[in-house]
Nanobody, 129 residues
Framework: QVQLVESGGGVVQAGGSLRLSCVAS????????MGWFRQAPGKEREFVAA????????????DYTHSVQGRFTASRDNAKNTVYLQMNSLKPEDTAVYYC??????????????????WGQGTQVTVSS
């Protein structure tokens, strides 16, 4: 049984930082690209960041949506089956439920949610102004 479990969300003031974690089980974690998505109230889910798995391209390569570049950093620890999202200089517009997702398709890092095979339950991030 595949499980992705996020943690680390919370309430933080604008300019603050949070680190999200996502622990995976039931998959060969190192082979999967891992993505972070978010969904704010009344808005569609959007891509945030992704970090590549091994075996395709550069292990650990990353991609970010424009609005978080320079503020967020995605990383992974294959020994712990964990992917992280370090979020700095948070803004109120970063408020959303954040989801991690696993992609096994073997192509490049994708921004498109339906390509991802497995999803976590989400963790709430609230940034107050």
């Amino acid at each position: 049984q595949v499980q992705l479990v996020e943690s680390g969300g919370g309430v933080v003031q604008a300019g603050g930082s949070l680190r999200l974690s996502c622990v995976a089980s039931g998959i060969a974690f190192s082979n999967y690209h891992m993505g972070w998505f978010r969904q704010a109230p009344g808005k569609e889910r959007e891509f945030v960041a992704a970090v590549s798995g091994s075996g395709v391209g550069s292990d650990g390569s990353t991609d970010y949506t424009h609005s978080v570049q320079g503020r967020f950093t995605a990383s992974r620890d294959n020994a712990k089956n964990t992917v992280y999202l370090q979020m700095n200089s948070l803004k109120p517009e970063d408020t959303a439920v954040y989801y991690c997702a696993a992609d096994s398709n073997g192509a490049g890092l994708s921004h498109w949610g339906p390509l991802y095979d497995y999803w976590g339950q989400g963790t709430q991030v609230t940034v107050s102004s």
